[in-house]
């Protein structure tokens, strides 16, 4: 436990004025004309792209000095080409109805779907299926314990023996988490004193992009009612890592964690001190 002195507010003043300053990280692709694109071809001819959230050249220039360049040159290939997110399965069309839920918490699921698109993580929308072999998988929400958020969910899940999780192989990807032993380990080398951060990327998997070819497989439908109460079923596609897709894991952990551990160093470097690493 903490002195008895000890004062989380106090300490986090302290610590801000020992040298720690605000510095800006360019580890994020700016939003200009030259950002970086990634592309595909839709069916009638017309180019799809999502912006690249994540700068290959910083990457690849502040990791030179790696002891695993193999990996380093992943992590670059990742941020400029998209993940391969291990879909081994059919290539046909599968189309499924939205969950209940979805309608039940209509404004938290349209405000999620507009704020993914102003980020350039979703492409849309659509009045038809843009792409060949289309997998439309159903949204679902559910509010957060104690508050008043929801989470929404794409269930790739469903519908069971045709979904796009299903042919993504459970053997290839899986995940491991640190533990508390891990934290307990680390606080224990860094000794007495020391001050404990949490470093956490908001949204961390919509930073990853997915290849285009496999776009058509992170399809999902919600319906626009205009004033007149007509209702219009519109088509979209994630362009990014979603919750909830198996290979979302520690193959992509990875990338991830190579993220956290560059600003930490980058912080380190800059005079923020500490340790770093552990995501």
Same mark, same amino acid.
């Given at each position: ?13 302290? &610590? ?82 939205? &969950?209940?839920?979805?309608?039940? $918490? ?51 899940? &469903? ?7 299903? $042919? ?36 961390? $998997? ?8 496999? &776009? ?64």
């Amino acid at each position: 436990p903490p002195p008895p002195s000890f004062h989380a507010d106090a300490a986090i003043r302290d &610590w801000s004025v020992t040298g720690v300053q605000t510095c800006a990280l360019p580890i994020f692709s700016k939003e200009e004309a030259s950002t970086p694109v990634l592309q595909c071809v839709a069916k009638d001819g017309s180019i799809l792209s999502a912006p690249v959230k994540l700068n290959a050249d910083v990457f690849q220039a502040e990791l030179c000095d790696h002891d695993d360049q193999e990996f380093v040159q992943r992590i670059v290939r990742t941020c400029r080409e998209g993940v391969d997110i291990g879909y081994e399965g059919p290539q046909q069309p599968v189309r499924s109805k939205n &969950w209940p839920s979805a309608t039940k $918490f209509s404004e938290a699921v349209q405000q999620s779907i507009d704020k993914d698109i102003s980020l350039g993580r979703k492409l849309g929308p659509f009045l038809e299926e843009p792409l060949d072999n289309m997998v439309i998988s159903p949204l679902g929400a559910f509010q957060k314990k104690r508050s008043t958020k929801c989470r929404i969910i794409h269930d790739l899940s &469903w519908p069971p023996g045709k979904s796009v999780n299903d $042919f993504i192989s459970s053997e290839r990807f899986t995940l491991t988490y640190m533990s508390i032993d891990d934290v307990v380990k680390r606080i224990h080398d860094y000794g007495q004193g020391s001050l404990l951060a949490k470093l956490d990327l908001a949204d961390a $998997f919509h930073h990853i992009l997915v290849r285009p070819d496999q &776009w058509r497989l992170l399809g999902s439908s919600y319906p626009y009612i205009d004033s007149d109460g007509k209702q219009t079923v519109l088509i979209y596609i994630s362009a990014v890592l979603p919750f909830g897709l198996r290979s979302r894991s520690e193959e992509h952990t990875s990338e991830l964690q190579s993220l956290t551990n560059l600003v930490c160093r980058l912080l380190r470097e800059k005079g923020g001190g500490g340790g770093g690493g552990g995501g």
